[in-house]
């Protein structure tokens, strides 16, 4: 497997920036998922120490031609997924795939039309990280020549973590790492 073509410091920098914006997003009123009382008292929310290891570079298998599903949510909202591809890579010494789903309802939002969307699970779920799961973010440009760089290290609770208020895709089964990351952003209850 080719290595990561950034230096750990690259690396380091490019964490610290993704955690500074996500901290000014929950501490944004317009766009933060956490109640009024707990934000007026925010600082910051708990993540793992950075883990240059927990940015792995994986081989992206295309697969976009199942029919849109119904993703479960944390409610009883469904919400309208397809699986557009496959990533390979190692964690922990060990094989690992997950699936790359595209939502539905974003590819008709300005802005978001190459937005994917990877939910997962793994063992620091319900102990050092949100029960429910994991999210990370790609965007198609990302992938080039068959390949993307996935970095656990922006792995983020869902926005039900905070308020149920809110109604979240599950990750699903084919998504649960049987290895714990402890990278991304931890649980803070």
């Known amino acids: 497997m080719l290595p990561i073509p950034l230096s750990k410091a690259e690396h380091n920098k490019q ?4 955690q500074a914006e996500l901290n000014a997003e929950y501490r944004d009123a317009a766009r933060s998922p956490l109640p009024p009382a707990t934000r007026r008292n925010f600082t910051s929310l708990p993540f793992f120490p950075v ?6 570079l994986a ?3 295309r697969d976009s031609l199942q029919a849109p599903f119904a993703m479960p ?6 919400a309208m997924y397809r699986k557009y591809g496959e990533l390979h ?3 922990e010494g060990q094989p690992q795939h997950l699936t790359v789903y595209q ?3 974003l590819l008709r939002r300005k802005g978001y039309e190459d937005y994917l969307f990877v939910p997962f699970t793994d063992l620091t779920n319900g102990r050092s990280s949100y029960g429910g799961g994991r999210y990370l973010d790609l965007r198609m440009g990302q992938i080039q ?5 996935l970095d656990f290290n922006r792995a983020y609770n869902p926005f039900c973590a905070y308020s149920s208020a809110y109604s979240c895709p599950v990750p699903p089964p084919e998504n ?6 402890e990278a991304g952003v931890m649980s803070d209850h």
Request: net charge positive; glycine share 2%; aromatic share 12%.
């Open 176 to 181: 649960r790492l049987p290895v714990a990351v």
């Open 73 to 78: 949510t944390s409610t009883d909202r469904k």
């Open 103 to 105: 939502s539905q309802d």
């Open 145 to 149: 020549n068959g390949q993307v760089v």
């Open 59 to 61: 081989r992206f298998v």
């Open 89 to 91: 890579f190692s964690l």
């Open 51 to 56: 883990r240059y290891e927990a940015c792995v």
């Open 15 to 18: 964490v610290a920036d993704f």
